[in-house]
């Protein structure tokens, strides 16, 4: 199979295209949080902070289950100080 | 939003996150073992509402001796536990003092983790002699000077960095020093940059 022909000014005009408007969306979203409460921008930033980690956990648990799950974590994670880690090798007793 | 930003000092009350919580208690133990410190980078976006996650928090820390570092070690392992190495003169003598960071994160876990390095280059000694002091609700951390780390962001460039340079901008314009910042881009060359993406 041969790759095809790309018009690369186009594809370059595309992607400034597609981050400027994550830049207006970020725009928007400042605009937002300095329109709202503390305790409302902050409730609903905090609900995603933390969802990202919620998310990061149940991957490392899904990992950990997998064959060689844990060297795979070590690796990814570069997680040098292995003797550390004992309860990696006990997906039970890990807390990320 | 409510902000107090006077005299290098912001004052802000909000629901603190898992990137709070991590920083604010491992500053408890550098202001414990007396060590200067400021949070630089993505993290300083994140705590004034930047929506875009992080796995780690960077963090400068004044450059210590073998001995100094020692005793941080020790205050630090009663929660953390280094992730890079469990050798403190490893950790010393071949991460920190060669400009690579050491990554701590409580014990047990991995995400998020601290990612600690001493000042390499000019920029990480002004941070540090000119840092913020936030009160966030009633714990004290210092950050970046914001002019610095809106032009820093932009002169690294990546879509991330100028995304995180645009936040930034917009929460801090009316209360920033605009000199400071424009003399910042001209010193950076990157004039052209906040004039295409942040004005």
Redesign the interface.
């Known amino acids: 199979m041969k790759a095809p022909d790309i018009d690369l000014e186009k594809l370059n005009k595309f992607k400034e295209e597609n981050?400027k408007e994550?830049?207006k969306f970020?725009?928007r979203?400042?605009?937002w949080?300095?329109?709202?409460?503390?305790?409302e921008?902050?409730?609903e930033?905090?609900e995603?902070?933390?969802a990202?980690?919620q998310k990061?956990e149940e991957f490392?648990k899904r990992l950990s289950k997998e064959k060689n799950g844990a060297e795979k974590i070590m690796k990814a994670?570069?997680?040098?100080?292995q003797?550390?880690?004992p309860?990696l090798l006990k997906p039970n007793?890990?807390?990320? | 939003m409510e902000i107090k930003f006077l005299n290098k000092e912001i004052s802000m009350k909000k629901e603190i996150n898992i990137l709070d919580r991590l920083a604010i208690d491992f500053v408890s133990i550098l202001d414990k073992s007396k060590v200067e410190y400021v949070f630089v980078s993505g993290y300083v976006c994140i705590l004034f509402g930047r929506s875009r996650a992080s796995e780690d928090i960077d963090l400068i820390i004044e450059r210590l001796s073998f001995t100094q570092f020692r005793k941080l070690w020790g205050n630090i392992y009663n929660d953390f536990i280094c992730i890079n190495s469990s050798d403190i003169k490893e950790a010393y003598n071949e991460y920190l003092s060669k400009n690579i960071a050491l990554r701590f994160a409580r014990k047990g876990g991995f995400v998020p983790n601290i990612k600690l390095k001493f000042p390499k280059i000019d920029l990480d000694h002004f941070t540090l002699k000119e840092k913020i002091k936030v009160v966030l609700n009633d714990n004290v951390i210092f950050i970046s000077p914001l002019e610095l780390q809106i032009a820093f962001k932009l002169y690294l460039g990546s879509e991330k960095d100028i995304e995180d340079a645009k936040h930034l901008y917009k929460i801090f314009k009316d209360k920033i020093n605009l000199e400071l910042l424009y003399d910042f881009n001209r010193k950076l060359k990157i004039v052209e940059v906040f004039d295409k993406y942040l004005r």
């Not at chain 1, 949080?33 to 305790?39: A, G, Q, T, W």
């Not at chain 1, 007793?93 to 990320?96: F, G, L, N, Y």
């Open positions: 981050f994550r830049l970020i725009d979203y400042a605009d949080i300095i329109d709202k409460s503390n305790e921008w902050s409730s930033h905090t995603f902070i933390n990202q980690f990061a490392i994670y570069n997680i040098k100080n003797k550390g880690y309860a007793m890990r807390k990320v």
